[in-house]
């Protein structure tokens, strides 16, 4: 039998998708214009989300609509690895057999 290992490895990304009503909107432009801060440097920052008291702690969390990641298609490589392992069963049927005649009588 075959063991395998899949590694992708390169360049990818991480996006996430949230509902947010006007009130959280309102919390996080009044925070952007308090801290002369850009939609991205909020969000950039746990310490930001934090402060802005949205119920998360940090931009991954915001994903109740979606949370997809995963490497750039031309920017990663992937390395299948097989290994055969050896499985072998140690109570074969002529062990076992003996074994249950004990127990049944």
Do not use: Q
């Not at 490895?9 to 996430?16: S, T």
């Not at 690895?81 to 003996?98: D, E, H, M, Q, S």
Request: with cysteine.
């Amino acid at each position: 039998m075959y063991s395998y290992t899949v590694e992708i490895l390169g360049l990818g990304c991480e996006l996430v998708a949230c509902e947010l009503d006007t009130h959280e909107m309102s919390l996080i432009k009044e925070y952007m214009k308090t801290n002369n801060l850009l939609l991205e440097e909020v969000f950039s920052s746990t310490e930001h989300i934090k402060h802005i008291d949205l119920g998360v702690n940090s931009w991954y969390e915001l994903d109740d609509i979606c949370h997809i990641y995963g490497a750039y298609p031309n920017h990663c490589s992937v390395k299948i690895k097989g290994v055969w392992i050896i499985v072998f069963a140690y109570l074969t049927l002529r062990r076992l057999k003996p074994l249950l005649m004990i127990f049944i009588h």
